[in-house]
């Protein structure tokens, strides 16, 4: 298959990651299906440097523009419930969904979005708001020129409940088509959690897999994902 044929998939890694540590750890699925889908990886555009959530050396690196890209801990917001702009968003929400549109203007188009835990998060709400762009019209309005998704992968998946601007839009469902990974060890983001997302879905596929906090590189889970993206291919 040829690179103009290819699929092309917009992947949001987990907080406290960036763009090179979730291609690293995507590593297995992407070379399963290298020839049949482009994945994209974009870092967050802000770091966070909260000791509940980073190490040592992570905050070293926040702080030395010199540092790799690697060890750098980025998050797509900052997740305190209690610190909501004005607006209702999470600190740093907005920024990134408009430094992703910015992105996906430039890179784009993409067919798909693949996410884990924050990314995935932050994934689900950008699918749904492009199936309606009534929705959250400062988020994804109409004179947003990009296709919605076609289909969108979630690992670790979860909605963001507690942020008051987005709130309304879970009375509306999913209808692009998912698939949902979920760890039955996750201890960050209980399988119970991630299946409020799932429910929240039309038309999902769930992958349960042994581990925990993680995206799945076994046999059944990688067969699954190829079966899953094959389905888009023209």
Known sequence: MTAENKLRILCLHGMVQNAVVFRKKTAVIRKKIDKMAELVYVT???????????SEAHRAAAQDEN?????????????????????????G???????????MTREGPFDGVFGFSQGACLAAVM?????????????FGPEF???????????????????KAT???WT???TTPTLHMIGEEDKL????????????????VVIRHAGGHVVPSNAPSRNDTVAFVTKFLN
Do not use: M
Not at 67 to 91: I, R, S
């Open 44 to 54: 967050a555009p802000q770091l966070i440097t909260d000791p509940k959530y980073t």
């Open 167 to 169: 709130q309304h839009i």
């Open 172 to 174: 509306h469902k999913i």
């Open 189 to 204: 983001i209980t399988p119970d959690l991630q299946q409020t997302l799932v429910d929240q879905c039309i038309d999902p």
């Open 127 to 139: 699918t749904l708001c492009l199936e309606d762009r009534t929705l959250a019209p400062d988020l």
């Open 67 to 91: 540092a790799p890209e690697e060890g750098k801990p980025g998050a797509w917001w900052y997740p305190y419930d209690d610190k909501q702009t004005e607006e209702g968003y999470y600190v």
């Open 93 to 103: 929400f907005k920024e990134s969904v408009t430094f992703l549109k910015d992105f």
């Open 145 to 163: 020129d990009h296709p919605n998704f076609k289909f969108a992968i979630l690992a670790a998946g979860f909605k963001p409940l507690p942020q």
